[in-house]
């Protein structure tokens, strides 16, 4: 009866704190890179108008992307990492002040350890992408909605996560047929309150403890 007892508090309480974490929580930075390039010739993007086509990607074999997760209580700097984004297809595009700009489909961006193929560090799911020169208020980014941070690097659940890709060293092709860019990135989430994520830990001690009992 008092096992019973105890794991009951412990769910109630992590409920309950999952409740107070998300009321109370603040956006903060997930994980963050600067332009690993800076050179037109060594593009991460390259976006293709005429065929509906977005390819990204940094390979294993490049060097200088330093991805850095900056979550509370997660902190880490992978060097040399690299990723990869399944290719786009591009839906829509608007043509507006003499800019460019479109929405793509869903679609999945994986970061790897320098070395590794499997066990990715980050992954990003979104439902459609935003890609553009000039767009919204911002110069030449792709960013998405519906987005979906997890990956081996992040020790906990988000919730509100957004990311955006920054273009730089921006190189038209084919007379405006699209274009290649280098890039930064960002990302950011709603985590729990640091008191928060502790005393979900401890809920989480409290059933473990019971299940090995």
Not at 24 to 35: I, K, L, Q, R
Not at 115 to 143: H, K, M, W
Not at 182 to 206: K, M, W
Request: glycine share 8%; charged share 15%.
């Amino acid at each position: 009866m008092k096992r019973r007892r105890l794991v009951l508090f412990a769910i109630v309480l992590s409920t309950i704190l999952v409740f107070i974490g998300n009321v109370n929580a603040g956006s903060v930075t997930v994980a963050t890179f600067s332009d690993p390039s800076g050179e037109a010739s060594s593009p991460l993007f390259k976006v293709d108008w005429a065929n509906s086509l977005i390819n990204g990607g940094w390979a294993d074999s490049q060097n200088n992307l330093d991805l850095q997760i900056v979550l509370p209580g997660a902190n880490a700097v992978f060097a040399d990492a690299w990723f990869i984004m399944d290719p786009l297809v591009i839906t829509s595009t608007i043509n507006f002040g003499g800019q460019k700009w479109g929405t793509t489909d869903s679609g999945q961006i994986r970061f790897y350890a320098d070395g590794t193929s499997t066990n990715p560090v980050l992954i990003i799911d979104f439902l459609a992408g935003f890609i553009g020169r000039q767009f919204l208020a911002a110069e030449e980014q792709f960013a998405a909605n519906t987005v979906v941070i997890t990956g081996s690097a992040i020790p906990y659940a988000l919730s509100y996560e957004q990311f955006s890709f920054s273009f730089a060293n921006v190189t038209n092709f084919n007379v405006g047929d699209g274009f290649t860019s280098t890039a930064s990135f960002t990302s950011s989430a709603v985590v729990p309150e640091p008191a928060t994520l502790c005393l979900l830990g401890l809920g989480s001690l409290l059933i473990i403890r019971k299940k090995h009992k």
